[in-house]
């Protein structure tokens, strides 16, 4: 099995996150791999995708995937 892709690893999170956060932190490391090998420095996550889209929510995020070794950036929706 090949590994995934940033754009697979953070889809993969997103589905993750509208399960109630099944296996979150399995797919946290398989993004945090994908960046390392594609040389990208942070995630860029879409907040219209989110399932608690509001400042507290996006926070908590951030914070949670940096405790994991993540840096997470929101693009302008």
């Given at each position: 099995m090949s590994e995934p892709t940033v754009?697979?690893?953070?889809?993969?999170?997103?589905?993750?996150l509208r399960a109630n956060n099944a296996d979150i932190d399995r797919?946290?490391?398989?993004?945090?791999a994908a960046l390392a090998r594609e040389g990208i420095e942070q995630?860029?996550?879409d907040p219209t995708r989110l399932a608690q889209n509001n400042?507290?929510?996006?926070?908590?995020?951030?914070?949670?995937?940096?405790q994991r070794g993540v840096i997470v950036r929101f693009s302008a929706s």
């Amino acid at each position: 099995m090949s590994e995934p892709t940033v754009a697979e690893a953070t889809d993969s999170i997103y589905a993750a996150l509208r399960a109630n956060n099944a296996d979150i932190d399995r797919h946290i490391a398989a993004l945090k791999a994908a960046l390392a090998r594609e040389g990208i420095e942070q995630a860029v996550f879409d907040p219209t995708r989110l399932a608690q889209n509001n400042r507290s929510g996006r926070k908590l995020m951030q914070a949670y995937f940096r405790q994991r070794g993540v840096i997470v950036r929101f693009s302008a929706s």
